[in-house]
């Protein structure tokens, strides 16, 4: 079965904490990317990530952090420096123009 | 920044009814996408057209393409329940270095039974 998937689907997390998204594609794709929903909003651009070992920030960088090790696997950090962390969290990849989603993580900040 | 601007915010039709929803951007596309969202879930891609096309299909939606006007529409013919979701335009520029898409805030359609 192809696809892309994250994990958590929810998480809770403390002011202060660093916490890390995990995003996974079995689809072969070279491009991968993090996006922040807020209620009632349309998707930013955190990161993006055309090819292994190379990452771009997008509109919102500020506060996290990726790492593209593997062409399978894209991880998000949220640092303490974040400062309104609590959202839902997208992860998509694509190989041409058109993007594939996964089902997101919903992170709260307690 | 945002690039695509869709109008109406919310839309609640009847099932069997059309759907007509509407993105405006402001500059150059390579294409435009749209895409489906269900409450909570990730993104769907529905259809793209390219800069060159005006008219695409598939199935029951019908997309259109005015670059002179900066606009696309999103026609669901005959809605169903199950089409009730947020809808989303997204602009994709001329490719070039790093270049990625840009999404809109969304459409919220209710189709009610």
């Known amino acids: 079965d192809g696809g892309i998937t994250q994990s958590p689907k929810y998480l809770f997390r403390k002011e202060g904490q660093n916490v890390t998204l995990s995003c996974e594609q079995n689809?072969?794709?070279?491009?991968m990317y993090w996006y922040r929903q807020d209620p009632g909003q349309g998707l930013r651009l955190i990161y993006y990530s055309q090819i292994v070992n190379d990452f771009q920030k997008g509109d919102i960088a500020e506060g996290y952090s990726v790492s593209r090790e593997k062409k399978e696997s894209f991880p998000l950090t949220v640092t303490s420096a974040q400062k309104n962390p609590t959202a839902f969290y997208l992860c998509a990849s694509s190989i041409k123009r058109e993007q594939f989603f996964g089902p997101g993580t919903r992170l709260t900040v307690l | 920044s945002q690039q695509g601007e869709e109008d109406p915010q919310a839309l609640s039709i009847q099932e069997g009814e059309n759907a007509t929803m509407n993105c405006s951007y402001k500059?150059?596309?390579?294409?435009l996408q749209w895409y489906r969202q269900n409450s909570g879930r990730g993104l769907v891609h529905l259809i793209l057209?390219?800069?060159?096309?005006r008219e695409k299909h598939s199935g029951r939606l019908r997309v259109t393409l005015d670059t002179s006007k900066k606009s696309s529409s999103l026609l669901i013919t005959a809605s169903r329940a199950a089409d009730t979701a947020s809808y989303f335009c997204?602009?994709?520029?001329?490719?070039?270095?790093?270049?990625?898409?840009?999404f809109g805030k969304g459409i919220t359609l209710s189709v009610r039974p």
């Open positions: 057209i390219r800069s060159n096309e």
């Open positions: 500059t150059s596309i390579n294409n």
């Open positions: 997204a602009t994709d520029p001329p490719t070039g270095a790093n270049s990625k898409l840009t």
């Open positions: 689809l072969n794709h070279d491009a």
